[in-house]
């Protein structure tokens, strides 16, 4: 193995020890130590890769991001054009599927002394999600629809954020309902 893939391969170990660090005892109480004792790694070399802990939090962050925005893509590739009614439905299940179960939103995360970090969390996702969708799904949309809203990237960036917080406060809210908010909010409700 080449030093670069070897580094590599050390960098992705101490982001993966550091999520179930993360999600074991919490971020506050997440140490150096414990993350070396996941992954056989010294405290000298967790600092070859990471200024502090907060800096190896940022990376779990982008990391999970990044799991998300890929699932985000396959549904994006897997959409039937011209069925918005199914795209909503996909994509609310999509995002059910992510703060449901031990997904990136789970409980664990976003309680005590996690808080913080499921804001920079929740806020540096919905950002990234808000940007994607606005350079492909919606700009898909304008090619064959009038887009009815001004503020695109804004207007999915607080509808993300609305969702998720309606859905971890209220997890029995039907689909159906998640949807026609989506759609109400997005001006999409007469392609239903």
């Not at 994509?91 to 005590?112: C, N, W, Y």
């Not at 920079?120 to 969708?133: E, M, Q, S």
């Amino acid at each position: 193995m080449t030093m670069q893939k070897r580094g590599a391969t050390t960098r992705a170990e101490i982001i993966s020890a550091a999520r179930a660090e993360i999600m074991d005892v919490g971020f506050e109480k997440m140490s150096i130590s414990a993350i070396g004792a996941r992954t056989g790694v010294s405290r000298s070399l967790f600092y070859h890769y990471f200024k502090n802990k907060e800096e190896v939090a940022t990376a779990v962050l982008d990391d999970v991001i990044d799991e998300f925005l890929a699932k985000l893509k396959d549904w994006n590739d897997a959409r039937e054009p011209g069925n918005i009614s199914r795209a909503l439905e996909d994509a609310t299940e999509l995002m059910r599927s992510i703060i449901d179960d031990d997904g990136p939103f789970h409980q664990k995360l976003v309680s005590g002394s996690n808080a913080a970090l499921y804001l920079a969390f929740t806020d540096r996702t919905a950002r990234k999600i808000a940007n994607y969708i606005s350079q492909t799904t919606v700009r898909d949309f304008a090619d064959k629809h009038q887009v009815e809203i001004d503020f695109v990237p804004e207007t999915f960036y607080m509808l993300i954020v609305g969702l998720v917080s309606l859905i971890r406060s209220n997890p029995k809210i039907p689909n159906a309902t998640i949807k026609q908010i989506a759609a109400q909010t997005l001006h999409l409700d007469k392609y239903l």
